[in-house]
């Protein structure tokens, strides 16, 4: 490595030397040699004469101030010094950049036959030589050239002032941003679309156009993100009294992209997954994922866009509350218990593994080496965890005063996590001086708590025990404020009322100390208590309910989460006791019970299909390995498998009798619709493994007329081995080799394939005609699947998964250092697996250290996890 990457502090802020008011830029684009001319209103602001921009990959062809030209500074490779400038200017600088050759996908590059940009966290200065950090706000105004008939759409950030002809057959368009921003959020597209065209009156009766641009040929599958971001513009007015600020909001789908979205203002630039759909290519997964993208994107307007982040430390500033924002708007429209149980899903998985890596990390982060590392889940899930803590703690009314508060206070400006905390405790008056302890402190709590009832004086106590064990970079922890929401049962299902002196308590208990105990009287009776309802803290329980407890909560707990809850907690108790078993070479058992539990619930008619499919689902390999210091991937793998052919075989008429009483004559998509099509294909999922289940899934993949019942035979018969599967993905294969978006559904199906010979067929995969490594959704189907989710081959005792994860990483280390950077985490965990195979995942870890190319974004995981 040629220079050893050097890590920022969070304690290390200072304001900027200079700023910078307005920019005027110019994009003569060319696919390898583009001329950026970036003309800035540059301020000094307090004694510094210096300025120093940021700046990669970048040619530099002329630097002028106030018109002339200027020698006195000094470039290197990440920056350039301009020394003795007067103390307001006009700067000039010309760069060269070569948008083809840019595989890295951040800055300006090529995606298929457009040109498109990423800029955030730090992609502006591979486009020019800037002050690439987010408080630095200025005033846009973009001209773009190209050949007018290859690029007829040149788009950039705001309102579209002028256009006109150029020589050579090319064109121009100048785009203004009435509303200063970071680079970060500065975005340009050139291409050639079809363009999806609707409008939207906002609430105070001002008329915004909606464009949504896609690939020619696309057209009829844009219609769901333009329904979804109308849907979005309109709950945003409702629930926060928030309206778009421009004339036009853009919306264009690329298909090289390294995440999601982004939220460029007035131009989002969307992955083609999060934008593209139809009933034959997209199922009722993808549907919803649209619709919370799209509206997360929308969501940063305001919180992202208008008001923005100091530093890149206060990330989930904008991001922990755009994404409490869009799980909001998801759970407005749609099941907000199903939504709950997905996003918990989240926490408990990934989440949790994350809190227990050597990437471990607080949602503000205290120290980074390469930023594009930090947008984690941590950052979004858990700092959305924490948004809502606040909103339980105080309340819709009180949040959305504070809510008001904050943008009364930082509208415009670049905003800190402690300017959101404190517009939050002064508009409610709730003290939150130790919660604030979230922000600073990693890891995940475990509360244990510990029940007596004493029914002489009839008072009930619950002691609760907070630890948070030491993290990779933070050894000594404090006690959290920790919002505990509980209700006591009786034991007819009826509601114990929480008393204290003959008061009525709150059923959010405020967990603040390392030890408490909480008692309630006037309990008449033994009750059952549900713990930590709606997953009220981002925290393990720990409690040793009864398996009667549990079936009783199953059904009797007013709230769907707690009975699902309850339901994960029973099937826990049996995944772990299996464990063991099959560590001691017995065989797994499932009592009669807990199968009748979920015999009710499947014959309930009063729970909704959504929500009962949910009920019926085993918690994954990923989410079961994070409950152990020290993983047995087979034995894991081996229970779950039993308890679903347990399951599958006692409840075998009552899965066949629901999959048949649920088809559907018509194709819909509204949330009833989903619902039913997702317990029916999670019935033929657990079919899949009786004796029924070749014919029926082959039955289904035939008679399928929507891309979800298509995929959900294909799982099933993924998952069960069925014999058919082999000519039901040729069948699809041939269908569909033509669209990348849809085969990468085909490419997770092959790097999840339980079959022993799966990486030999990844690696023939990798040959498929719709497969490039260099596309960012195509790797992450087949190869990214195959590391996180194929835990029994990725892991295999030969170490061959291993060695293909190697190869793979050293590959995209020089093309494509994001996405090579997602894909090591799993390797990160090395420790956690028995010795031989962290000897195995270690050779590979050490050998990417060796690279003398070696990627920041590669360096930071690779070095932390190699560290003690
Ligand atoms: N803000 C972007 C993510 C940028 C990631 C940079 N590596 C999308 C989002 O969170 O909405
Ligand atoms: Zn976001």
Known sequence: MAQTPQAKYRKDYKQPSHTITDIELTFDLHDTATTVTAVSYV?????????????????????????????????????????????????????????????????????????????????????????????????????????????????????????????????????????????????LVAGDFDVRRDQYQTKSGRNVALEVFVDKGNLERANHAMVSLIN??????????????????????????????????????????????????????????????????????????????????????????????????????????????????????????????????????????????????????????????????????????????????????????EDFVAA??????????????????????????QSQYDAQAKTYSLTVEQVTEPTHEQKDKQPLHIPFDIELYAADGTVIELQRNGK???????????KQT????????????????????????????????????????????????????????????????VQNGQAVELPETVVDAFRGVLLSDELEPAFVAEMLA???????????????????ATVLHAMKVQLATELEDEFSATYHTLKQAEYTIDHAAIGQRALRNSCLGYLAFTEQGNPLVKAQYQAANNMTDTMAAMSAANNAKLTCRAEIMADYSEKWAHDGLVMDKWFILQGTNPAENALQTIKETMNHEAFSLKNPNRTRSLIGSFFNNNPVNFHAKSGEGYRFAGEILRELNSSNPQVASRLIDPLLKFR?????????????????????????????????????
């Open 832 to 868: 956690r697996y028995d010795e031989a195979r962290q000897a195995l995942i270690k050779k590979e870890l050490e050998t990417l250290k060796a690279m003398d190319n070696l990627a920041r974004d590669l360096f930071e995981k690779v070095t932390k996890a190699l560290e003690a």
């Open 43 to 187: 301020k000094q602001l307090g004694d510094e004469t210096t300025l120093v921009l940021d700046g990669e990959g970048l040619t530099l062809e002329a630097l002028k101030v106030d018109g002339a030209d200027w020698s006195d500074y000094t470039a290197d490779e990440s920056s350039l010094e301009i020394r003795e400038l007067p103390a307001q200017c006009e700067l000039t600088i010309v760069t060269l950049i070569n948008p083809e050759a840019n595989t890295a996908l951040e800055g300006l590059y090529k995606s298929g036959g457009a040109f498109c940009t990423q800029c955030e966290a730090e992609g502006f200065r591979r486009i020019t030589y800037y002050l690439d950090r987010p408080d630095v706000l200025a005033k846009y105004t973009t001209t773009v050239i190209a050949d007018k008939e290859t690029y007829p759409f040149l788009l950039s950030n705001g309102n579209r002032i002028e256009e006109g002809l150029a020589d050579n057959g090319r064109h121009w368009v100048k785009w203004q941003d009435p509303h200063p921003k970071p680079c970060y959020l500065f975005a």
């Open 424 to 449: 939050m405790e002064d508009a409610s008056g709730v003290d939150l001086k130790q919660f604030r302890l979230w922000y600073s402190q990693s890891g995940t709590p475990t509360l244990t708590v």
């Open 232 to 417: 979005a513009m309109k709950w945003d007015e409702e629930r926060f009294d928030l309206e778009y600020d421009l004339d036009i909001y853009m919306v264009v789908a690329v298909d090289f992209f390294n995440m999601g979205a982004m939220e460029n203002k007035g131009l989002n630039v969307f992955n083609s997954k999060y934008v593209l759909a139809n009933d034959q290519t997209a199922t009722d997964g993808d549907y919803l994922g649209i619709e919370s993208v799209i509206g997360h994107e929308y969501f940063h307007n305001w919180t992202g866009n208008r008001v923005t982040c100091r530093d890149w430390f206060q990330l989930s500033l904008k991001e922990g509350l755009t994404v409490f924002r869009d799980q909001e708007f998801s759970s407005d429209l749609g099941s907000r218990a199903v939504n709950r149980i997905n996003n918990v899903r989240v926490i408990r998985g990934p989440q949790f593994a994350e809190d227990s890596s050597p990437m471990s990390h607080p949602i503000r982060p205290e120290k980074v080496i390469e930023m594009n590392n930090f947008y984690t889940v941590t950052v979004y899930e858990k700092g959305s965890e924490v948004i809502r803590m606040m909103h339980t703690l105080l309340g819709e009314a009180a949040f959305q005063k504070g809510m008001k508060l904050y943008f009364e206070r930082h509208d415009g400006t670049a905003a800190t996590c």
């Open 504 to 514: 009525s308590v709150h059923n959010v208990l405020d967990v603040k100390e390392a």
């Open 618 to 636: 085993l918690p994954g390999h990923n989410e079961v390995s994070g409950w152990y210091k020290c993983v047995d991937v087979d034995a894991i």
């Open 518 to 581: 909480f008692v309630f009287d006037n309990v008449a009776e033994q009750p059952i208590p549900s713990l930590l309802r709606e997953f009220s803290a981002p925290v393990k329980l720990e409690y040793e309910y009864s398996d009667e407890e549990l079936t009783f909560l199953m059904v009797h707990a007013r709230n769907e989460f707690a009975r699902w809850d309850a339901g994960q907690m029973l099937l826990a108790k049996y995944i772990r006791s299996n464990v063991i078993k």
